[in-house]
């Protein structure tokens, strides 16, 4: 069973999951890949898969059989389980408990973003909300991080579009990172730093990717890796799982667009899209702003990454947005 | 030129180094792979590179000609330069000043540590000693990163045997952090924290790798990568570059051992090496001990691990060091 161990020294966390070992090796993503006959992911299929703890599909239809849109289960392979024991030692260990989805977004096998229209993303988000929304309500869950990787260089698996959901017992070390990043700069300036970071964005225009009425995609100004992108609401909102119904198409049409053109600046495609919001256990927080981080793994995490915590970036965030503001949109098929 | 930037929210550092983008690929690391005839770092294409800073070689040949053993130059694509401007932002920026410098180990067009003897080894660790002592008595420079990066899936984009030097003006945020850990250990315990590590693995044995008189290798308890390995002294040693001439035939003997049982387990062969050691503008600390820490990169860090700062071993540290106990070193070639 996964266990938690604590570095002391770096004030590291790791999950040991003997369980990941058995999983599928990283593939490069590519339509002759995988074929639709062996894929786990793709409607009929559903026998393969753990059973699903979520759906959205048609009412004639039942849990685990065909017809629905997106669909929700247990990953085969979690790095995250309901219970584990490890004694306690030197450096701390204790158990991984938590949870560990997949969030299938088609049942068709199509791996990009653009083969997906407007209303199926407007399905897969109001699937993530409402996955957060309920692991928000369980007991002794702090925090569920909501996760896609796309191509082998960016750890996916499967190729058969998809995202991730680990719901975990702790605060993740990089969202409490940015949680006290964020508290320092409120308690300087009493404003949120996201709110201020919409405004200068908007202003400067130089790093804008995308925009709708209530939300802005940009590249940062200190992004770690070439196109590196991020999507978040204009008005302060700590907390993903509240995205009010007025939002959602909003959203969905943003993130396809913001995920298309990243898509159109990268070969091989391989990027990972991470949904950072406020731990559950928060109340209304004042300084923190859920958002979207889309990193394309264009370059590696090495050697000076690894040992220094700096990130080397051979694209200026502005050349990055000028190329990504400038890269074509596959037309919706759906 | 390059340029650090500053995100107050997640208080990371990035630099922007365009100089970078122009630099070759990583590749897959094979023997077929790259031809001696195309290489940059064999013996006898020095003037293929920029001029060499420092080198072992026979006392008749003269700076940037053949005829060494170990030769160390400016890297042709810095992360870091002598200088850089931008102007002041909401979001900090400033320039990245520093060096970036590459240390060839072997005039030969070889690639891994066991196709180099002891002897070889012996004038790499002279080489890595005198650089740090240089760059530790240049005025602003705070720190030297000393790493290496071996194969594609490490970020190699050369296939001949070298390491990396970035110099660099702030301590990293990876360094910082561990100096942090290790001192709230020492407060609280009135011992280093790498001095009780020792001795416990010492004990348990169960972690053990490979070990010296002075020095001891293990699989750390809370390893982020299957087969992780730190090599360190056994007693408290807080500088590298003050590592004494009586220690380092050891520890060219321990580093050449663990890197090629670290090499027989992994294919594709591909690892980073990073040297973790004290700021240069620090005085005897007591609680931070300098050490080796070897991560192969069989695992891609995915939307997991940067949105979590969690990082998730399928490979238990216990079982690794077994695995890496029973692997073979290849005979001596030199």
Redesign the interface.
């Known amino acids: 069973m996964p266990a938690l161990?604590?570095?002391?020294?770096?004030?590291?966390?790791?999950?040991?999951?003997?369980?990941?070992?058995a999983r599928p090796q990283?593939r490069i993503i590519s339509a002759a890949d995988t074929s639709a006959l062996d894929c786990p992911f793709c409607g009929g299929h559903e026998s393969r898969t753990p059973p699903e703890s979520f759906s959205l599909r048609s009412s004639e239809t039942s849990a685990n059989e065909n017809g629905w849109r997106v669909r929700v289960m247990g990953n085969k392979y979690p790095?995250l389980g309901p219970m584990a024991t490890t004694a306690p030692?030197?450096?701390d260990?204790r158990p991984a408990m938590g949870a560990h989805e997949v969030v299938v977004e088609s049942p068709h096998h199509v791996a990009s973003a653009g083969a997906l229209g407007v209303a199926q993303w407007h399905d897969i988000v109001l699937a993530y909300r409402q996955r957060l929304e309920y692991w928000s309500r369980q007991q002794g869950m702090r925090y569920a991080?909501l996760?896609?990787?796309v191509g082998?260089?960016?750890?996916?698996s499967q190729q058969h579009i998809h995202s991730?959901l680990?719901v975990?017992p702790v605060v993740?070390?990089?969202?409490e990172?940015?949680l006290?990043?964020?508290h320092?700069?409120y308690k300087e300036h009493a404003r949120c730093?996201?709110c201020?970071?919409v405004k200068?964005e908007m202003e400067e225009e130089v790093r804008l990717v995308a925009q709708t009425e209530r939300f802005v995609a940009f590249c940062?100004?200190?992004?770690?890796f070439p196109f590196e992108t991020w999507l978040m609401p204009r008005h302060h909102a700590p907390y993903f799982e509240r995205l009010p119904n007025s939002d959602t198409e909003q959203l969905a049409t943003i993130l396809r667009e913001v995920l298309c053109r990243v898509e159109a600046c990268i070969q091989p495609v391989a990027y990972?899209?991470?949904?950072?919001t406020s731990p559950f256990d928060t109340h209304d927080l004042s300084h923190y702003h859920w958002h979207i981080?889309i990193?394309p793994r264009m370059?590696?995490?090495?050697?000076?990454e690894?040992?220094?915590?700096?990130?080397?970036?051979?694209?200026?965030?502005e050349d990055a947005a000028a190329i990504l503001r400038a890269s074509s949109i596959p037309p919706q098929i759906t």
Not at 272 to 276: A, E
Request: charged share 15%.
């Open positions: 161990r604590h570095d002391p020294i770096s004030n590291r966390w790791i999950i040991v999951a003997r369980e990941r070992a990283p790095a030692r030197f450096v260990g991080l996760f896609k990787n082998a260089a960016a750890g996916a991730q680990a975990l993740p070390p990089a969202v990172a940015e006290d990043g964020a320092t700069y730093v996201f201020d970071l200068r940062p100004y200190a992004g770690r990972n899209c991470v949904f950072h981080e990193t370059t590696t995490v090495a050697g000076f690894l040992g220094s915590g700096l990130f080397i970036n051979p694209l200026p965030p």
